[in-house]
């Protein structure tokens, strides 16, 4: 099953991959690594609401049922992920710093037309990424329960992604959304290679 899912991951329209090795650098740490993560599902449940509030309209089928539903997922996560912490005697910390995310935040159009589809492009990138690093942990992780969890995230963030590249095509065109998506891809390979390497899911 995990290679399944490595072999589904090498269809994703990344412009970079991640190799075993990373996994089982960053799994050497597992404790460290389950903080990060259960910061980014956090985030991840926050943005969704943040979108859903913030351009509900009308103009877009089905916005504000799709937003609800991507934050219930990723709050179910966050369940998940500090279920497992708390097991391996971890706790949740008070500051986390994601200078993948930010970096990636960076590449919004502010206050015109485009800030809405960058929004959403912005979500499926972070999606993409994490689901093909979940195939990679599922892959690496010499721990069952990890594995498995991984595993089980890789197809939910499969899902996610392609319900926010779904959204921008919706909002901006088909032909508008994948161009700004290629640059994107692009921009986000540049970004991660930046990045330090650590037991993170975004680390370099």
Known sequence: MALH???????LP?????PLEWGA????????????????EKKAANNALELMTRWPHDWVEGWVETMTAVAR??????????????????????VHKNPYANALRQ????????EVLDRLLISALIEVRSCERFAVLSAASPDPELAAFYRALFS?????YKVFLRLA???????????RWQEMLAAEARILARQEPGPR???R
């Open 5 to 11: 899912a490595l072999d589904k991951a090498a269809s």
């Open 14 to 18: 990344l412009h970079s991959r991640t």
């Open 25 to 40: 650098s960053v799994l050497a740490d597992p404790v460290r690594l389950l903080i990060d993560h259960a910061f980014l």
């Open 73 to 94: 997922d990723e709050a179910a996560h966050l369940a998940q992920v500090t279920r497992l912490l708390m097991k391996r005697g971890g706790r949740l910390e008070r």
């Open 107 to 114: 590449l919004v159009r502010k206050g015109g037309p485009g």
């Open 156 to 160: 939910s963030e499969m899902g996610h």
């Open 169 to 179: 095509r919706k909002v901006s065109g088909r032909a508008v959304a994948d161009a």
């Open 201 to 203: 899911i975004h680390s």
